[in-house]
């Protein structure tokens, strides 16, 4: 039997969950989750988690407004991917053509996972270039060094004359790094 899950939420304490939640038992959405969270991010709806965790194969994920549920486009992608991880689906009752559990509504959940998918591919694109060029240019990525020039040489230095640990360890110290980790850079030769 299908179930219909419903979902409200608000930005704050002072506005009122009514409206949404009469569409909602309307609709006849039993059980019913709610947020009254600032939606300027993604995380910090457990009423929305909550409500996807609840999910049972054929049910569906009934949200008052689309844009109560999620902040951008891939948030919104992510979260039908979610569902369909559950084998739910997603209505909207504020977006008509948001009903994933018709045949178009599916065909639009398809559109958008390949859209969200390229997006995320020319993000690491970007990234991947970006580096490339960084280092080309000579630019440090990644942590700042652990030991500056004259702590690496100091080190070298005194691990070369046979010195005890607790010598490297003093160079480490000026730092704070851990003496092993000073004696593991000299070795493989890593400037971090």
């Known amino acids: ?18 409206r949404q939640l009469a569409a909602l ?10 947020d009254k969270a600032s ?8 009423g929305l988690d909550k409500a996807i965790k609840a999910l ?6 009934v949200l008052a407004e689309w844009d109560r549920a999620t902040r951008s486009m891939l948030d919104g992608i992510a979260i039908m991917e979610r569902v369909h991880e559950h084998a739910a689906t997603i209505k909207a009752l504020d977006r ?14 398809a559109f958008l996972s390949a859209l969200a998918q390229d997006e995320r591919e020319r993000i690491l694109k970007r990234s991947k270039d970006g580096l490339k060029h960084a280092k080309a240019r000579g630019v440090h990525c990644g942590r700042p060094p652990a030991l500056n020039d004259y702590q690496r040489k100091e080190a070298a230095r005194r691990l070369a004359e046979r010195e005890s640990a ?4 003093q ?6 790094c851990h003496g092993g980790k000073v004696e593991g850079r000299l070795r ?3 400037r971090s």
Request: charged residues 25%; hydrophobic residues 30%; contains cysteine.
């Open 188 to 190: 493989t030769g890593s």
């Open 166 to 169: 607790r010598s490297v360890s």
């Open 1 to 18: 039997m299908t179930r219909k899950v419903g979902y409200a939420r608000v930005s704050t304490d002072g506005q009122n969950l009514g």
């Open 39 to 46: 939606g300027k991010s993604v995380r910090g709806r457990p």
């Open 56 to 61: 049972r194969p054929g049910d569906v994920l």
């Open 171 to 176: 160079v480490a110290r000026r730092k704070p």
């Open 96 to 109: 008509q053509f948001l009903d994933l559990s018709t045949t178009i509504g599916k065909g639009i959940l």
């Open 25 to 34: 038992h309307q609709e006849g959405c039993n059980p019913i989750f709610q």
